[in-house]
T-cell receptor, first 113, second 113 residues
Framework: NAGVTQTPKFRILKIGQSMTLQCAQD?????MYWYRQDPGMGLKLIYY???????DKGEVPNGYNVSRSTTEDFPLRLELAAPSQTSVYFC????????????FGPGTRLTVL | AQTVTQSQPEMSVQEAETVTLSCTYD???????LFWYKQPPSRQMILVIR??????QNATENRFSVNFQKAAKSFSLKISDSQLGDAAMYFC??????????FGAGTRLTVKP
């Protein structure tokens, strides 16, 4: 049982490049989330999904896209990377209820130069 | 919009002593959930404790307990018998429904031997 896994751990992008951050969970959780954490700040929700085929915007969705074709995977796509997207990205999952614990992945540190 | 405020950017405690981390939040809702997450240098987000707003009894998890004051919209975390392994960033978070999780900016806790 690996929990929530994220790849890559680190990445440097040039302005205008695109990339996909991968996230997978093996706990059969319905809900999955993408957060970003800027230096010295708390996490902010980018997108979330309540099940395969269903996604919705969070607090800071601009510049990102997501898809959820399976229960296990929830990739985050960055199009036309900008320096403002330099951050640490966390994927999380939960069974579904509001009180449920969110299980977090180890994070991806992304730098856009 | 709901906001979460942690007014103490840094706190320090002597090993075996007790420390309290503060958190206030702003909401017009009556039904919600509050969480404290710990983020050690590994960056992994770990749930410490959670509180349902409809419960008057303060949540407790071993050495961790909360003081939940609903009317004052205050949710402080008390760590008793502090250990070196408690050193980390601590984030207070608010959640309403099954999607919208809001985090505070965090408090960095240092434990002195």
């Amino acid at each position: 049982n690996a929990g929530v896994t994220q790849t890559p751990k680190f990445r440097i992008l040039k302005i205008g490049q695109s990339m996909t951050l991968q996230c997978a969970q093996d706990m059969n959780h319905n809900y999955m989330y993408w957060y970003r954490q800027d230096p010295g700040m708390g996490l902010k929700l980018i997108y979330y999904s309540v099940g395969a085929g269903i996604t919705d915007k969070g607090e800071v969705p601009n510049g990102y896209n997501v898809s959820r074709s399976t229960t296990e995977d929830f990739p985050l796509r960055l199009e036309l990377a900008a320096p403002s997207q330099t951050s640490v990205y966390f994927c999380a999952s939960s069974y579904g209820l509001a009180a449920d614990t969110q299980y977090f992945g180890p994070g991806t540190r992304l730098t856009v130069l | 919009a709901q906001t979460v405020t942690q007014s103490q950017p840094e706190m320090s405690v002597q090993e075996a002593e007790t420390v309290t981390l503060s958190c206030t939040y702003d909401t017009s809702e009556s039904d919600y959930y509050l969480f404290w997450y710990k983020q050690p240098p590994s960056r992994q987000m770990i749930l410490v404790i959670r509180q349902e707003a409809y419960k008057q009894q303060n949540a407790t998890e071993n050495r961790f307990s909360v003081n939940f004051q609903k009317a004052a919209k205050s949710f402080s975390l008390k760590i008793s018998d502090s250990q070196l392994g408690d050193a980390a960033m601590y984030f207070c978070a608010y959640r309403r429904g099954n999607n919208d999780m809001r985090f505070g900016a965090g408090t960095r806790l240092t434990v002195k031997p």
